[in-house]
């Protein structure tokens, strides 16, 4: 299916670490969508990457897409408490379907 | 610019009783979405509007829900009779020019319904 599923599903780091998620998916993409979601809350999107481009950075936010591997993964650097949040992948073909999400924790 | 908004925010009711959730989109935004999110898991589409018609319903329980959005811009979704499954948070968000592929969503705060 066009859903992706990331991975891991749970994330547990230090203030100050890095902190890297996962998203595969399963059929062919125009363009992959991160988004945030804080206890509560609703979605708030990331970063867009379209299938034609491999990396794409955002402030402390890094995104890679392979569309041979059909996978990507998005990178937060010098995390901080306040990145505490699921965070979603979202492959759109015709439609966008989010994955399970992986939920990070980021202990001061 | 002012975003996403729904109400209410939380609801409880009784399985069976009825309920109704409202959403009012981003100013100019064509797209309008009603996703599902049980705890846990990710956002599921329910149902997807275009203007005011319906571009994508197909995962919409339509013997229990059903959704509107008179004139393109606000929309309601509604449940009669709920179930006990049916206890999620219901997300709105919009898109902007037409719901082109490349476009981000700007959700709404959700509403939190639990049936008992």
């Known amino acids: 299916s066009q859903q992706g599923e990331e991975d891991p599903q749970a994330l547990s780091i230090q203030e100050g670490e890095n902190a890297t998620m996962n998203c595969s998916y399963k059929?062919?993409?125009?363009?992959l969508q991160w988004y945030r979601q804080n206890s509560g809350r609703g979605l708030v999107h990331l970063i867009l990457?379209?299938?034609?481009?491999r990396e794409k950075h955002s402030g402390r936010l890094r995104v890679t897409l392979d569309t041979s591997k059909k996978s990507s993964s998005l990178l937060i650097t010098a995390s901080r408490a306040a990145d505490t949040a699921s965070y979603f992948c979202?492959?759109?073909?015709?439609?966008?379907?989010f994955g399970q999400g992986t939920e990070l924790s980021v202990k001061p | 610019e002012a975003g996403v908004a729904q109400s209410p925010r939380y609801k409880i009711i009784e399985k069976r009783q009825s309920v109704a959730f409202w959403c009012n989109p981003i100013?100019?935004?064509?797209?309008l979405y009603w996703y599902q999110q049980i705890l846990g898991q990710g956002p599921k589409l329910l149902i997807q509007?275009?203007?005011?018609?319906?571009?994508?319903d197909s995962q919409l329980p339509k013997d229990r829900f059903s959704a509107e959005r008179l004139k393109g811009v606000d929309s309601t979704l509604k449940i009669q009779p709920a179930k006990l499954e049916d206890s999620a948070v219901y997300l709105c968000?919009?898109?902007?020019?037409?719901?082109?592929?490349?476009?981000?969503?700007?959700f709404g705060s959700g509403t939190q319904l639990s049936v008992l």
């Open positions: 968000a919009s898109s902007g020019r037409g719901g082109g592929q490349n476009e981000k969503l700007f």
């Open positions: 059929t062919s993409i125009n363009n």
């Open positions: 990457i379209r299938s034609n481009e």
């Open positions: 979202a492959p759109a073909g015709g439609k966008l379907i």
């Open positions: 100013s100019g935004h064509a797209t």
């Open positions: 509007f275009q203007n005011n018609g319906v571009v994508d």
